[in-house]
């Protein structure tokens, strides 16, 4: 009866795992990033999180500003 039991819970916690990847992969999300300026820190983690979001089924969004903080301001409020 205590391994029916282990293999029953086993079982319900592995669906309960796989269960939220497998309807995070029917729906792709996005995600928007505004910067300041594109600059080579910024560009080396966007190619950092352009990597993880490719493999979780992610559109990844990105605008620049080019320096200009009104401008960042609108492409903000633009997503909302």
Known sequence: ??????????????TCLTLPNLHAQQKERTVGFTV????????????GVDTVAKADNV???WNSADTDVNKQISQDSAVH
């Open 1 to 14: 009866m205590f391994k029916l039991t282990q293999l029953v819970l086993s079982g319900s916690l592995l």
């Open 36 to 47: 300041y300026s594109m600059t080579s820190w910024v560009t080396w983690g966007k190619q």
């Open 59 to 61: 559109k990844v969004l």
